[in-house]
Nanobody
Framework: QVQLVESGGGVVQAGGSLRLSCAAS????????MGWYRQAPGKQRELVAT???????NYADSVKGRFTISRDNPKNTMYLQMSSLKPEDTAVYYC?????????WGRGTQVTVSS
């Protein structure tokens, strides 16, 4: 199976920015609708942003206007630019194709926003 590896997380103060990366071992990013998910401690995993193979994007209301999802097809990489971060954005962030239930979750990347 194609592997997806998330990176770019870290600790940042409220109001700061981070850019997450999702690197694929194959062409899954350019050929599928892709999503960024997050899971905060004690909460269910939620979908925060999606991008179609045509470049169309969609965002959860909680991140709209602050996060930007993008994709670099030649590099088989997807990004999540996060700005104006809030403590409630603290979570483990994952990337995954949408609609492929059998696809394994990666390890994710931890984002911690301090107040």
């Amino acid at each position: 199976q194609v592997q997806l590896v998330e990176s770019g997380g870290g600790v940042v103060q409220a109001g700061g920015s981070l850019r997450l990366s999702c690197a694929a071992s194959g062409s899954i990013i350019r050929n599928n609708v892709m999503g960024w998910y997050r899971q905060a401690p004690g909460k269910q995993r939620e979908l925060v942003a999606t991008i179609t193979s045509g470049g169309g994007t969609n965002y959860a209301d909680s991140v709209k206007g602050r996060f930007t999802i993008s994709r670099d097809n030649p590099k088989n990489t997807m990004y999540l630019q996060m700005s104006s971060l809030k403590p409630e954005d603290t979570a483990v962030y994952y990337c995954r194709p949408i609609g492929i239930s059998s696809f394994n979750w990666g390890r994710g990347t931890q984002v911690t926003v301090s107040s």
